[in-house]
């Protein structure tokens, strides 16, 4: 996995910011959008045309075979690795309540 210790040292706020650009899901944070893309699309389950174009602008997918199908690149399975190594922490190492 390497030096990256969250999903922002893969894909930076300001990159995340630059490609939803005007993309409106409602209340959801930018962050969890990428999320659930990608991890759908690992998955097998599709997530939505734009939901596609913003994991694949990022690089972390990318469109392959005569089916077009929407597939998870070495850099979106790094992320994914990042993003479920930090639940899996959060949840044994719960911070302490004050």
Known sequence: ???DKTTADIVSDAE???VHAHAN?????KRK??????????AGFSTGYTAHCIIIEHGLAKISG????????????RYLQVMMRNRIL???????TP
């Open 1 to 3: 996995m390497g030096k």
């Open 33 to 42: 959008v990428v999320d659930d893309a990608l991890e759908s699309t690992f």
């Open 25 to 29: 899901f409602g209340k959801i944070p």
């Open 90 to 96: 959060a949840k044994h190492n719960p911070r302490p």
């Open 66 to 77: 005569a089916k077009r199908k929407v597939k998870v690149t070495p850099k979106g399975i």
């Open 16 to 18: 995340i910011e630059r």
